[in-house]
């Protein structure tokens, strides 16, 4: 059973540009908190950035802050992670989640739902 659906992933050059899509079916979208996190080979699930259920508030890692941006269109049960100046240490699995009435932590154990992931390489 699909909880989220992912897109955008592929192969860019460093310093280039990247946008990441995770849609939720249902008409409870506009309930959840919407993460991203990003796992590299051989590290752990790493929190990337969030946006909380209202769209009032968004939290980001210090190693993406001022790069990436979060952001969420409830129209279209859809979150975005604009990607901006990527570095070879951004390659990984992007991997999008879901907590309902969440306010968009960095803690894994809170999310509910999440992605199948998708592949990020940065060329260096």
């Known amino acids: 059973q699909v909880q989220l659906v992912e897109s955008g992933g592929g192969l860019v050059q460093v310093g280039g540009s990247l946008r990441l899509s995770c849609t939720k079916p249902?008409?409870?979208?506009?309930?959840?908190?919407m993460g991203w996190f990003r796992q590299a080979p051989g590290k752990e699930r790493e929190f990337v950035a969030a946006?909380?259920?209202?769209?009032?508030?968004?939290n980001y890692a210090d190693s993406v802050k001022g790069r990436f941006t979060i952001s969420r269109d409830d129209a279209k049960n859809t979150a975005y992670l604009q990607m901006n100046s990527l570095e070879p240490e951004d390659t990984a699995v992007y991997y999008c989640?879901?907590?309902?009435?969440?306010?968009?932590?960095?803690?894994?154990?809170?999310?509910?739902?999440w992605g199948q992931g998708t592949q990020v390489t940065v060329s260096a």
């Open positions: 946006i909380s259920w209202s769209g009032t508030s968004t």
């Open positions: 989640a879901a907590d309902r009435m969440g306010s968009g932590t960095k803690y894994l154990g809170n999310y509910d739902y």
């Open positions: 249902g008409r409870n979208f506009r309930n959840y908190a």
